[in-house]
Nanobody
Framework: QVQLVEAGGGLVHTGDSLRLACTAS????????MGWFRQAPGKAREFVAA???????YYRDSVQGRFTMSRVNAKNTVYLQMNSLKPEDTAVYYC??????????????????WGQGTQVTVSS
């Protein structure tokens, strides 16, 4: 079992930055692909970024160049640095862990463990 806890959300203005952190407890953190997803009101949860066990890093097109994901296995923590935030980035952000094959890094139901979510609100 893996427990995930996110932190770092908040209310910011357009163009500001935030860094989200997700800390895992339980099984060996490095054995999982880790992902960030988000869900805006009335919309489906969507892929944002992922880091695979093999070292691959992937982003959705709309955040490429603005968001950076990193992981520190020794701290069982992944981060999502979000720069140049836009109102359309407003959502609840979730951290997730997957034991599935690396190729499913963007697939919602490939993730076994989820955090509780943290709200990010970007005002215009």
């Amino acid at each position: 079992q893996v427990q995930l806890v996110e932190a770092g959300g908040g209310l910011v203005h357009t163009g500001d930055s935030l860094r989200l952190a997700c800390t895992a407890s339980g099984r060996t953190f490095s054995q999982y692909n880790m992902g960030w997803f988000r869900q805006a009101p009335g919309k489906a949860r969507e892929f944002v970024a992922a880091m695979t066990r093999s070292g691959g890093i992937y982003y959705r097109d709309s955040v490429q160049g603005r968001f950076t994901m990193s992981r520190v296995n020794a701290k069982n923590t992944v981060y999502l640095q979000m720069n140049s935030l836009k109102p359309e980035d407003t959502a609840v952000y979730y951290c997730a862990g997957s034991s599935a094959s690396d190729q499913y890094y963007a697939t919602l139901n490939a993730y076994d463990y989820w955090g509780q979510g943290t709200q990010v609100t970007v005002s215009s």
